[in-house]
């Protein structure tokens, strides 16, 4: 497993310990998520993005087209900017705020066996099969399978934020 992801996540593991039931589920103003929600996010992403490196496996014709200018500055730099993105409203819907911290954990777990699954095939698959991504444009498998580190790195910085509200 790359080094990387897997400090990643566990860092975000052990951070959830650090956090009561209220403080997971608080939402301190309207249209800003909760660190429950986030989490939430977090984790869906990272299946899309590890859905799409089991679809470059699978394809069977190769994509000339590349990245978008946004995507290579992303891949040059080797993560996000430090911005806020905000998605369009269709693809914004609200992540989910019931989980508990044991069901978050679980989660992340998920993530964790699905990344150390693909760390040892994701080289091997041809670097022309690839998946669209809206924003960065056409991504192989392994543009997409760094992708999860880069998007939990990348919230790291709204954790800090949302932390901070927690401190009534």
């Known amino acids: 497993m790359e080094l ?5 996540i566990e860092t975000y593991k052990s951070y959830l310990q650090n956090y009561s039931l209220e403080q997971l589920r608080f939402i301190t103003d309207e249209g800003v998520w909760s660190i429950g929600q986030m989490y939430d996010h977090l984790i869906l992403v990272a299946h899309e993005y590890l859905d799409n490196v089991e679809t470059c496996a699978a394809a069977e014709v190769e994509q000339k087209l590349g990245k978008t ?4 500055q992303l891949y040059s730099i080797g993560g996000f900017p430090p911005i806020k993105i905000k998605l369009p409203d269709e693809l914004n819907t ?13 989660r992340l777990d ?16 041809n670097t022309n099969y690839k998946v669209k991504h809206e924003g960065f444009g056409w991504l192989n498998a392994r543009e997409w399978y760094d992708l999860v580190n880069m998007h939990f790195r990348h919230h790291l910085r709204q954790k800090c934020v949302l932390e901070q509200k927690l401190r009534f």
């Open 69 to 72: 200018e946004f995507g290579e």
């Open 110 to 125: 998920q993530v964790l066996q699905r990344l150390i699954l693909w760390e040892s095939k994701v080289d091997t698959i």
């Open 4 to 8: 990387c992801n897997l400090k990643v």
């Open 94 to 106: 609200p992540p989910s705020n019931s989980d508990s911290k044991e069901i978050l954990i679980g």
